[in-house]
């Protein structure tokens, strides 16, 4: 059995589901690996960042903004999403090397959306797979012993949480969430 390498994700996007709008961002931070006993990375030492070109001219306003990116700098400047893709699923692959990749966010089900939607879209696979995705915040929840709707950070206990400020920064948000990660995986309550 391979060792599972854990890649903190955040994404940054302009809308609410991936096709009609656009992922306008996404940052990777290795967190650690698991292959029987977890072992933390740093996550600032082994990351990835893109800002993608808008794939649609449909937006929400409001979402694009939490980003603090330019819609026109994105059309302009942006990579494109089939390079972008390509170039994180070679990035992931080299990393993980004999692990398997499993993507970690807070929550995971708008970042893996987005991810895996463009993953298929513009590469036609999924470096993770169909399920190579954990959720943090299912994870505190069992590890907690609370319901879901318990589960956010505002509530958890401080050591958990990592000292950096969550930004809407892709890869800063990864990072700081990749510290959470590891800390709820060496966590015994």
């Known amino acids: 059995m391979r060792a599972d390498v854990y890649f903190s994700l955040d994404v940054e996007a302009d809308g609410p589901i991936p096709g009609p709008f656009s992922m306008v961002s996404v940052g990777l931070a290795v967190a650690g690996r698991f292959g029987g006993t977890f072992s933390a990375a740093d996550p600032a030492e082994h990351t990835f960042y893109r800002e993608l ?31 972008a893709m390509a170039e994180l699923s070679a990035w992931v692959t080299r990393i993980a090397g004999d692990g398997r990749p499993v993507v970690v966010a807070y929550p995971a089900v708008f970042d893996w959306m987005f991810l895996y939607w ?19 915040k299912t994870t505190y929840a069992v590890k907690a012993g609370v319901p879901i709707g318990a589960a956010v950070k505002g509530r958890m206990p401080k050591h958990l949480l990592s000292q950096r400020r969550h930004t809407h920064h892709a890869l800063d948000d990864a990072i700081e969430q990749a510290e959470l990660f590891a800390n709820l995986m060496r966590w015994e309550p």
């Open 118 to 136: 463009y993953l298929l879209r513009f590469t036609g696979a999924s470096v993770f797979g169909h399920s190579g995705c954990l959720d943090m």
């Open 53 to 83: 070109r808008p794939i649609s001219d449909d937006f929400v306003p409001e979402a694009l903004a939490v980003s603090g990116l330019d819609r026109a700098a994105l059309l302009r400047d942006g990579s494109d999403p089939a390079t």
